[in-house]
Each structure stands twice: as structure tokens, then as C-alpha cells.
């Protein structure tokens, strides 16, 4: 029988011995478990800020463009020529299934002043169903009203980007600011939302629609708009209404059977769906990636308790001679590779934590770190530690205990 106390004795008392060589052979292990506790806490950090920018963009979104507008045969972009309509968002409202909310808008870039500072930014025009459809929330002040939009009122709800460079640690709340050369007053700023990839969300103006279309923009076509965004009632109604919105649109735009669709309806849903399987993809080619740290480390264990068994000849000879059987020797080499492995890898897990935390405040980014992760790098380590662990106990257990005492 096994005497395993007696065993786990002699492998720690050898691993106390020999510091320098176990703090080695621990080394690689050490690396291996903080690399992917650090690239596990990346790749969620940035699944976590994917989902909350999807979020804060809206759910169940449909985006729908008016068509391309061409000039001497060369395409100038989707939205470019005035297809859709206030009257398009109402028939959609009314008719389409599954819709939650219909949020027409207008958009541009302008000039915006108020006193001696200016900024370029975004001028939106919209109704209120467009701050609901897009996460959007007042801070300070109110909404437009019904008679803002009906009477093209020029007032405005800025976003906190604006509100820092225009107007700094002035109260922008009834203050008036300058588009273009139209003066508007400040009813509202919007709560912050924050970067979202290179576009910042909080660089923008809100103005009514009407206002937008016969005081700032202008337009030929009156009644015209840029966009419509739908927002669904769910994931699964977001498909009926996809099909509905092109029927209705096809309806009132009177295109016959032949002609193609003079709009374009994007669904926010695919666009997620990729963004998800691009970051897990992402997520798990860096785990893999700092997984095969792991694996060298493992060939490092082997390497090193083979110059141990080769060193340790003599000793193994004698620990024979005095009655240790093959199965003692065996074992004494596997627990010492195991207990190496696991201080390792307790090491690696701090350390890769530390590391992690200290990326995320030095960068600025989203890190996040769970429990799953660090008890399966951990557990993960002692079978590496077992698995490499296992052919130099195995060699040393296949020692002859007369040829081993010889050994100089």
C-alpha cells in the first residue's frame, strides 16, 4: 500500500530544498494562468461594452433610408434622394404589425454658436418618439410638446457635449444658441451615453422636425425626411413588421410589380447578432491564444523535473534501496509537478487579476473579471501540472535501484 502521508512529506520537503529550481518550473505555469485570466477579462470587458452600446442605441430597431441618387451615372450614397415622408412613418404607425413606436428624423451637420464659442456638430430633427426609440433621456428641462411640432417652434435639447463647449459651467437652460444664423432657445439636455466607437453619442442637437425642415435645412420636397427608425415591439415582431414596413412603402410610393424598392429597411437584430459573434469570436481566439502559454508552460514543467530525475538519480537509487517502491517514486514526482502547477497557478490567477484591472484603468476600457474563468485556469493548471508531470515521474519510477546508486 501507498504510504501517501510519507510521500507528500518528501515531494514538499524537495520542493523546499530545491526554491530556485521550483520557482523555475512554476515560472511558465505562472504566465500562462495570468495571460488568460488578463485576455479572458479583455475579451469580456469588450462584450460587455458591445451589449451596453447596443443598448443604448436601442433594441428591436429597423432603420429604413430613402434611395440613391445618381449623378452622371455615379452613386452618391443610400439616403441621397427624397423618397420618404412624414406620411410614409404615419402609414407605417397605423399599418405595419408589431410596432412599438415610429421615430421620423432629419439630420445634417452645422455650425452652432452661443456667444463667442461655436462648434461643429449633428442637428437632428425629430419627434419625441425618437428619444424613447433611442434610449435617450432628459436630464434637465423637458420635451418638445405637440405645439412645438406643429408650430415649427425653434427651441432645442442639447447633448452634454454641447452643453461643455458651448456653454461650460453656464446653466444652459433657457440661454439662446445660434444654427447657422437661426436662433434657438434651450428647453432640455440630454443624460450622458458616452462614446460608442469613434462616434461620440452626446455630440448632438434636438430640434423639432418642422422646425428642421423649414428653418434650418430647407428642402424642395416638403414633408420629406432622411430616415425613419422603428422600433418593434420585440425580437420576433421585428420581422413581421421588416416585411409589413416594405409592403406599405411599396403601397404608398406607388411602385408597380417591376420597379425596385426606392427605400432600404435595415434590422438593428443582424447587425447585433454580428457585433456578438464577432466579440465572442474575438473573446475566445484570445483565451486560446493565452491557453497555449499554458500548455508551454506544461513542456517547461517536463523539461525541468526531467533534469530533476537526472539529477536526483542517486537519491531516487536510495529511497529504492531503503524499500520505496515504483508507485512511491511515481507519485512523489506527480505531486511535486502538481504542487508546483497549483502555486503557479494561484500565483498566476493574482497576478493576471492585478495585470487586468491595471489595463482597464490605464486604457480606459471595460474589463471584466468572473469567477468562472479563474477557478477554470486554476483547476486547469493542475492538469497541466499532472499531465506533464506524469512521463518524468514515470521514467523515474522505471529507475534500477543498483544502477541509480552507481550514478555519479
Not at 418642422?210 to 414633408?223: C, H, L, N, Y
Not at 427605400?263 to 481566439?285: D, G, H, P, Y
Not at 523515474?396 to 546508486?405: H, K, Q, T, V
Given at each position: 500500500m501507498i504510504d501517501f502521508k510519507s510521500t507528500m512529506k518528501i515531494a514538499l520537503n524537495s520542493l523546499k530544498v530545491n526554491k530556485m529550481r521550483s520557482a523555475l518550473t512554476s515560472l511558465g505555469i505562472i504566465i500562462g494562468v495570468g495571460a488568460v485570466i488578463i485576455m479572458l477579462a479583455i475579451g469580456?470587458?469588450?462584450n460587455k461594452q458591445v451589449q451596453e452600446n447596443m443598448e443604448s442605441m436601442g433594441s428591436n430597431l429597423l432603420t429604413i433610408r430613402s434611395a440613391t441618387a445618381k449623378t452622371g451615372g455615379v452613386s452618391l450614397g443610400i439616403g441621397t434622394k427624397p423618397t420618404l415622408s412624414l406620411k410614409d412613418a404615419q402609414a407605417i404607425k397605423k399599418q405595419a404589425r408589431g410596432v412599438d413606436a415610429v421615430a421620423p428624423l432629419m439630420s445634417s451637420s452645422?455650425?452652432?454658436?452661443?456667444?463667442?464659442?461655436?462648434?461643429?456638430?449633428?442637428?437632428?430633427?425629430?419627434?419625441n418618439p425618437y428619444l424613447y426609440v433611442k434610449n435617450y433621456e432628459i436630464d434637465l428641462g423637458k420635451r418638445f410638446t405637440r405645439d412645438d411640432e406643429l408650430n415649427a417652434t425653434k427651441v432645442a435639447i442639447i447633448g452634454k457635449t454641447i452643453e461643455k463647449e458651448l456653454f461650460g459651467d453656464v446653466d444652459p437652460i433657457g440661454k439662446t444658441l445660434r444654427i447657422g444664423n437661426?436662433?434657438?432657445?434651450?428647453?432640455?439636455?440630454?443624460k450622458a451615453k458616452g462614446q460608442m466607437g469613434p462616434m461620440d453619442q452626446d455630440d448632438l442637437?434636438?430640434?423639432?422636425?418642422?422646425?428642421?425642415?423649414?428653418?434650418?435645412?430647407?428642402?424642395?420636397?416638403?414633408?420629406m425626411v432622411n430616415?425613419?427608425?422603428?422600433?418593434?415591439?420585440?425580437?420576433e415582431d421585428s420581422t413581421i413588421a421588416e416585411s409589413d414596413i416594405a409592403e406599405i412603402l411599396r403601397r404608398t410610393h406607388n411602385l408597380g410589380k417591376m420597379q425596385v424598392?426606392?427605400?432600404?429597411?435595415?434590422?438593428?437584430?443582424?447587425?447585433?447578432?454580428?457585433?456578438?459573434?464577432?466579440?465572442?469570436?474575438?473573446?475566445?481566439?484570445?483565451a486560446s491564444i493565452a491557453s497555449v502559454s499554458l500548455v508551454v508552460g506544461g513542456i517547461g514543467i517536463m523539461n525541468i523535473m526531467l533534469v530533476s530525475v537526472t539529477e536526483r538519480t542517486k537519491e531516487i537509487g536510495i529511497r529504492m534501496a531503503i524499500g520505496a517502491r515504483a508507485t512511491d517514486i511515481r507519485l512523489q514526482f506527480l505531486i511535486e509537478a502538481l504542487v508546483l502547477s497549483l502555486i503557479g497557478g494561484l500565483i498566476g490567477v493574482i497576478a493576471g487579476i492585478i495585470i487586468a484591472l491595471l489595463i482597464g484603468a490605464?486604457?480606459?476600457?471595460?474589463?471584466?473579471?468572473?469567477?468562472?474563468?479563474?477557478i477554470l485556469s486554476f483547476c486547469?493548471?493542475?492538469?497541466?501540472?499532472?499531465?506533464?508531470?506524469?512521463?518524468?515521474?514515470?521514467?523515474?519510477?522505471?529507475?534500477?535501484?543498483?544502477?541509480?546508486?552507481?550514478?555519479e
Open positions: 469580456s470587458g469588450a452645422k455650425q452652432v454658436m452661443y456667444g463667442n464659442q461655436n462648434w461643429q456638430t449633428t442637428i437632428y430633427g425629430i419627434t437661426v436662433p434657438f432657445k434651450v428647453i432640455g439636455t440630454i442637437i434636438f430640434i423639432p422636425i418642422t422646425t428642421a425642415q423649414r428653418k434650418v435645412f430647407g428642402t424642395d420636397f416638403p414633408g430616415q425613419i427608425i422603428v422600433k418593434a415591439k420585440s425580437l424598392d426606392d427605400f432600404q429597411v435595415r434590422n438593428s437584430a443582424e447587425f447585433q447578432e454580428k457585433m456578438k459573434s464577432t466579440v465572442q469570436t474575438f473573446a475566445i481566439l484570445l490605464i486604457f480606459k476600457t471595460a474589463i471584466v473579471i468572473t469567477i468562472f474563468p479563474i486547469f493548471s493542475g492538469l497541466v501540472g499532472i499531465g506533464f508531470g506524469y512521463y518524468p515521474a514515470y521514467k523515474a519510477s522505471l529507475l534500477n535501484p543498483i544502477d541509480a546508486l552507481r550514478y
